[in-house]
């Protein structure tokens, strides 16, 4: 039997070489040795093997992305950059190994994918491959079938089962609401507790899955659980309650509002559905502890990105908070062109609904949703710097700003919200705009010794091609600088004037010079709608008188770069308390004296 390796995107194939095999010393290949076959396309197909974080020829041997330019695409793109995996084995023939870890499975790749998952639960030993991508309430013995995505184990529940579970959820709500709400943030906090204690079980588990389920290095990763798990202590989640209600005690029962003559209380939902985004690590964690806080039983659906630590969390909470555990599911799916049952039946049932994502999918759910359901929707955003000329005076503070820029890039490897893109400096400084970008070019490449960014392949296609097109303005004749190692890890674009763009990740920024940060907001302006955090390095007053200038064209929250990409818990999220936007208010009127009752 000769096997065919080909896909949609390509007219031409490759095929098996048997011969070819054997005459090179390799043995005939058969169902249980795949590491030995090889294959060959026609001569007008060529394949390179590239570095998943250079996109640059591999050494002879290694492995890395394969890269096909295929000539009878005529009328379409020549050449298709794949996440398979594969080693050269001559120039004109090569091995597929697999796909690039943390890849999406897909064509035949799927069914190599059941194999393998087939495989690894055979072993029966230590930890496997494969990630369970979801944990429903403790005794709901739910009837779920189960399948292999890439790197996580998807649950989908039996018919009927849906319906069951959101019952059980909503039944759990009486449990939570039964502990006054300052208990219920101390004893959710054993969640903050155990993912920052280096020798609980469930942080070692996070530190080994969470590098290759988020695409971050290994020391990304722990410092991103370390400062993550800093907001969902008891300290902290009690500090955010009593920041987000003057007197707490308004969730538990009507409290008497003097000034208005009446009692008021907060209430939350019998059941909240919140769907994760999947580009940063943390954000369903924090979700679900924000609805469990307030009282109301939440399902999460984590981004594929954001699978590890939410199921975790649920796990923490069996042990040590089963009143909450009863009330949490989380349940990672796949996008699909039709919905599972569980997320359409959650829509119709859920109190509220809050989902993070780009602006297409925020829109996706919110024509799904009934008319008299609240969507809290967390859309994509763009964070910034601004750099006044005072702090550039000389060069130790230059290169401090700098640094703290690096430092907020390398957060998340430049995937959340709060990153920051672009650096905005202002001119008529000592150290120029050119100057300061490359102090940063040489703070980012330090911290690749200790905070080593890990690009995926598709980061790193973007990467090379907003450095194609910044090198092409400046064939152009514009005054564009790139600064760029000859890997994609990190990159620096020096431009000499203000041009608002978008975010590129992958430690990517673009510095621009601006004759006066007094005309800032002005330029912002249009780009209000999505504008997030921009640190403002100045001193004062003009930080102050530049602050207000921000906020009123959007920007919700004006910080310094070593806080930029940390907001404490009770951060103003899209300039809203993120409490207060999940309960509703009611009031309790105090009947007029002398009236009778009616």
């Not at 699909?336 to 989902?355: D, I, K, T």
């Not at 990153?419 to 040489?442: N, V, Y």
């Not at 890990?454 to 973007?462: D, F, I, K, M, Y």
């Not at 780009?527 to 921000?550: D, N």
């Amino acid at each position: 039997m000769v096997n065919e390796y080909g896909m949609t995107e390509l007219l031409s194939q490759f095929w098996e070489t048997p011969l070819a095999d054997a005459e090179g010393g390799a043995p005939e290949s058969d169902d249980d040795d795949l590491a030995h076959r090889s294959l060959a396309g026609p001569p007008w197909i060529r394949t390179r093997i590239l570095d998943p974080h250079r996109l640059t020829p591999v050494p002879p041997g290694e492995a890395g992305l394969l890269q096909h330019l295929d000539l009878a695409n005529l009328h379409s793109v020549s050449a298709l950059l794949t996440e398979d995996q594969g080693v050269a084995v001559t120039p004109w023939r090569f091995r597929v190994l697999g796909r690039q870890p943390g890849a999406e499975p897909r064509g035949c790749s799927l069914s190599m994918e059941e194999l393998a998952s087939a495989r690894i639960q055979g072993e029966g030993t230590g930890m496997t491959d494969h990630f369970q991508g979801w944990q429903f309430p403790p005794g709901a013995d739910m009837a779920v079938q189960s399948e292999t995505v890439s790197d996580l184990e998807v649950a989908t529940l039996a018919p009927g089962e849906s319906v069951r579970l959101l019952d059980l959820l909503e039944a759990a709500g009486a449990g939570l609401l039964a502990l006054p709400v300052l208990e219920r943030a101390r004893r959710l906090g054993a969640v903050g507790l155990r993912l920052r204690d280096p020798g609980d079980p469930l942080r070692r588990e996070a530190e080994d899955r969470l590098p290759a389920h988020a695409a971050l290095s290994g020391p990304v990763a722990r410092q991103l659980l370390d400062r993550m798990s800093e907001q969902w202590t008891p300290e902290a989640l009690e500090r955010l309650v009593h920041l987000e209600f003057s007197d707490p005690r308004v969730l538990d029962d009507f409290r008497i509002r003097p000034e208005a003559g009446d009692q008021v209380c907060a209430v939350g939902d019998r059941l909240a559905f919140h769907v994760g985004s999947g580009n940063v690590a943390g954000v369903g964690v924090t979700s679900l502890l924000r609805s469990l806080v307030v009282g109301t039983p939440v399902l999460l659906k984590p981004g594929r990105g954001d699978v590890v630590l939410p199921v975790l969390a649920a796990r923490a909470l069996a042990d040590a908070f089963p009143e909450a555990a009863r009330a949490l599911a989380v349940a990672y799916w796949p996008g699909q062109s039709a919905p599972p049952e569980l997320e359409s039946r959650a829509l119709e049932r859920a109190g509220r609904v809050v989902v993070y994502g780009g602006m297409e999918v925020v829109g996706a759910f919110r024509a799904r949703l009934p008319g008299h359901t609240p969507l809290i929707a967390y859309h994509h955003r763009v964070s910034a710097a601004a750099v006044a000329r005072e702090v550039l005076m000389e060069e130790e503070e230059a290169r401090q700003v700098a640094r703290a820029a690096a430092m907020a890039m390398a957060a998340y490897d430049q995937q959340g919200c709060v990153s920051p893109h672009i650096f905005w400096i202002e001119e008529g400084a000592a150290i120029s705009p050119e100057s300061w970008a490359r102090l940063l070019a040489r703070e980012l490449e330090a911290l690749e010794a200790s905070l080593p960014s890990r690009p995926t392949a598709e980061v790193s296609a973007r990467v090379q091609a907003v450095r194609g097109e910044a090198e092409m303005d400046r064939a152009l004749g514009t005054d564009t600088l790139v600064l760029a190692p000859d890997h994609t890890g990190w990159t620096v674009i020096c431009e000499s004037g203000f041009a608002f763009g978008g975010a590129c990740g992958g430690r990517t920024a673009r510095v621009q010079a601006i004759h006066h940060l007094d005309s800032l907001a002005t330029l912002l302006t249009p780009w209000g709608g999505i504008l997030q955090s921009v640190a403002v390095e100045s001193p004062e007053p003009k930080r102050t008188h530049l602050a207000k200038a921000l906020v009123r064209v959007g920007v919700s929250r004006i910080t310094t770069l070593t806080r930029q990409p940390w907001p404490d818990p009770w951060w103003l999220h899209d300039g809203s308390g993120p409490l207060r936007a999940l309960v509703n208010w009611a009031s309790l009127e105090v009947p007029e004296p002398g009236l009778p009752p009616t």
